[in-house]
């Protein structure tokens, strides 16, 4: 079965500090993996897209990793700020006829002066 | 380069009234899909429509319905509203080809009551 689950849910961290969300999935043909980050009652916006041979992608303070191996992927947020505070959702798309894509829950980060 | 638009943005009606959301894309995008966005469910996936097409169907009751019409807006359409439906309904336009990035509008925001 098609899944990706995030961790931790939710998340508390003092401004300035750094934090990592996990996302694993089983998703089957992979096609490509992206973070978007949604403020409240807004549309995701876009961080990061890896596609299968990238491990690595960087978008300002948000760096996501890619281990297709074993299917995990991680968003680190370096230096948070207030404005970081949002829900942060693992997107992955599969390899077939259509746009056919598994989103996460999302983590729910809290950045706190 | 307009983003994606979606009217209304907030919206509320009474059970069993019907409903019809709209979307337009990116210009030149040929892909739209819908999703429900519920605090208790994250993400979900209703359908998504390409070139005039539903390519794509989510597990959602034969109440939900959309269509897309030549320049690539779409409507989805709710019939018989339950309190359930209250919801925020996203949009996302891509390209349809590639399926590297989707642009998610603002979203409609729908209170059944």
């Known amino acids: 079965k098609n899944q990706v689950e995030q961790s931790p849910q939710s998340l508390i961290i003092l401004e300035g500090k750094n934090c990592t969300l996990q996302?694993?999935?089983?998703?089957?043909?992979?096609?490509?993996l992206r973070w978007y980050k949604q403020d409240t009652g807004r549309g995701p916006v876009s961080l990061t897209i890896?596609?299968?041979?990238?491990n690595t992608k960087s978008n300002g303070r948000y760096t996501a990793t890619l281990d297709a191996d074993t299917k995990q992927s991680s968003l680190h947020i370096t230096a948070s700020q207030l404005s970081d505070s949002a829900s942060y959702i693992c997107?992955?798309?599969?390899?077939?006829?259509?746009?056919?894509?598994?989103f996460g829950a999302g983590t729910r980060l809290f950045v706190k002066a | 380069k307009a983003g994606v638009t979606q009217t209304p943005r907030y919206l509320i009606k009474t059970r069993g009234q019907q409903v019809t959301l709209s979307c337009s894309p990116i210009?030149?995008?040929?892909?739209v899909s819908w999703y429900q966005q519920t605090p208790g469910q994250g993400l979900q996936f209703l359908f998504e429509?390409?070139?005039?097409?539903?390519?794509n169907k989510g597990n959602f009751p034969g109440r939900f319905s959309g269509r897309q019409f030549s320049n690539s807006r779409s409507e989805m359409n709710v019939s018989t509203l339950e309190l359930g439906d209250s919801a925020l309904y996203l949009c996302?336009?891509?390209?349809?080809?590639?399926?590297?990035?989707?642009?998610f509008g603002q979203g409609t925001r729908l209170t059944v009551v």
């Open positions: 996302a336009s891509s390209s349809g080809v590639d399926y590297t990035e989707a642009f």
């Open positions: 996302c694993n999935y089983t998703v089957s043909p992979f096609s490509n």
């Open positions: 890896m596609t299968f041979s990238e």
């Open positions: 997107v992955v798309s599969l390899n077939t006829g259509g746009f056919k894509t598994i």
């Open positions: 210009s030149g995008h040929r892909s």
């Open positions: 429509y390409f070139s005039e097409t539903q390519r």
